[in-house]
């Protein structure tokens, strides 16, 4: 019996959807059901083909548990070993790479030594920044938000100068960067499953959270549509995830990435629509149940960017060329 999992937490609607979904298709050998957590055993297997992560962004226990796990060969999505690195800002510089429309971004070192530091650890960085520099490239008003993280916490908005330094004064050890405002005309939001499966959903952002999700929305461009089709199957290609969101602002007709690390995206019904939830159960339960075919006992089963692939290629070239010298 080759087994599915959910690992998560305070969702009560797409886990248990989810878990009904694969069951209901009654395939045979596999099955599907909410994780469960006892001991942790260092280098022991779970008892899971497959495991999809909802959570462990949030509970360091569970990222060391899926880590431990995935040695083992459990397929995990996403990929916790991946997700622990990853961060907004390289995300930025990775999509300049290949491709794909990012706001203007700079990084910011914080604001505040961080714990058991002092000015001596931080000689290396060159004071004042060149603030001219940065204002001219970015502009006014901006967004001003962490490096890493998300939920729209320590997120700000400046509209000058000086409001920039008041924020920033208020961001304590936080790494933050400084990122231009795209003023949008069109907003998207869009699920990437498997990193096959797509779903653009208008979107807007200035609406409360559970206003979000456009209904009756307007009808869009077939041109634009595959544009983001394809900017966001490059984004998800490149740092691997199988299971993200990507929003675009578009301006000018230009589709702008602006948010594309969310690993564990919002799939509650009561936010996303009954259709979106529809179309996320469906797509979640196709994935996993594909995994669970693939997977084999006892080696790597995670997946990883097509960045990461050709970065360690390259570096196996350049090993051999060198013994073969």
């Avoid at 700079?106 to 290396?124: I, K």
């Avoid at 000058?160 to 405002?181: D, H």
């Amino acid at each position: 019996m080759k087994k599915i999992g959910i690992l998560f937490g305070q969702e009560n609607t797409f886990p248990q959807a989810f878990i009904e979904r694969i069951n209901s298709k009654k395939i045979k050998g596999i099955k599907a059901e909410a994780v469960k957590i006892n001991v942790v055993e260092q280098g022991k297997p779970s008892k899971y083909n497959v495991i999809i992560d909802r959570i462990s962004q949030d509970i360091p226990f569970y990222r060391a548990y899926l880590k431990n796990a995935a040695l083992s060969g459990t397929a995990v999505i996403n990929n916790p070993f991946w997700w622990s690195a990853d961060e907004k800002f390289f995300n930025n510089a990775l999509a300049t790479k290949i491709g794909v429309a990012v706001p203007k971004t700079v990084l910011l070192p914080s604001n505040q030594h961080p714990e058991d530091t002092n000015s001596d650890s931080m000689r290396n960085l060159e004071y004042p920044l060149d603030w001219e520099y940065i204002f001219n490239y970015i502009g006014f008003p901006a967004f001003f938000k962490p490096f890493a993280g998300g939920g729209w916490k320590n997120v700000y908005n400046p509209q000058n100068q000086e409001e920039f330094f008041k924020f920033y004064n208020e961001t304590g050890t936080l790494v933050m960067m400084l990122q231009e405002q795209i003023d949008f005309t069109d907003y998207f939001r869009c699920y990437c499953i498997d990193r096959r499966d797509v779903r653009i959903m208008q979107y807007d952002p200035k609406q409360p959270h559970h206003l979000r999700y456009v209904q009756n929305p307007k009808p869009i461009a077939k041109k634009l549509l595959n544009r983001i089709k394809k900017d966001v199957l490059k984004i998800n290609n490149a740092l691997g995830y199988d299971f993200n969101t990507v929003e675009f602002a578009v301006k000018n007709g230009i589709p702008y990435a602006i948010d594309f690390g969310n690993p564990a995206p919002d799939a509650d019904i009561n936010s996303v629509g009954q259709e979106n939830f529809e179309w996320v159960v469906e797509a979640a339960a196709n994935m996993a149940i594909r995994r669970a075919k693939q997977h084999k006992k006892g080696v790597n089963n995670l997946t990883w960017g097509d960045f990461i692939n050709s970065f360690t290629n390259d570096i196996k070239l350049k090993s051999n060329s060198k013994i073969n010298m």
